[in-house]
């Protein structure tokens, strides 16, 4: 059993701030895909940021330049570091990640979701 649990989320004024952390327990091998997609009022849940299985980063667009993702191997922990926050960048943020464990002697992989963590940025 494995479980994600996001942290870090709140209300921030524009051009502030946050840090987001994800932080994985239970039965893992290895983390091998680890991201931050983001769901606003009334939109679809897309990708902010995200380690691939290779080592390299994606980012939208939209975020580039403002945020950053980083992760902590041994804490299994991934973060968010978001900065010069808009408006725009409300919604509930959900950490994902591919994660490999064993039953025995098989290896197995599958994906997770965490349960989110809202986010807004008002003044």
């Known amino acids: 059993q494995v479980e994600l649990v996001e942290s870090g989320g709140g209300l921030v004024q524009p051009g502030g701030s946050l840090r987001l952390s994800c932080v994985a327990s239970?039965?893992?091998?290895?983390?091998?895909?680890a991201g931050w997609y983001r769901q606003g009022p009334g939109k679809e849940r897309d990708l902010v940021a995200r380690?691939?299985?290779?080592?390299?980063?994606i980012y939208a667009d939209s975020v580039k330049g403002r945020f950053t993702i980083a992760r902590d191997n041994a804490k299994n922990t991934v973060y968010l570091q978001m900065n010069s926050l808009k408006p725009e960048d409300t919604a509930v943020y959900y950490c994902?990640?591919?994660?490999?464990?064993?039953?025995?002697?098989?290896?197995?992989?599958?994906?997770?979701w965490g349960q989110g963590t809202q986010v807004t940025v008002s003044s």
């Open positions: 994902n990640a591919d994660i490999s464990y064993y039953i025995g002697t098989d290896k197995r992989q599958y994906n997770y």
């Open positions: 239970g039965n893992i091998f290895a983390i091998n895909a």
């Open positions: 380690f691939t299985d290779r080592g390299s980063t």
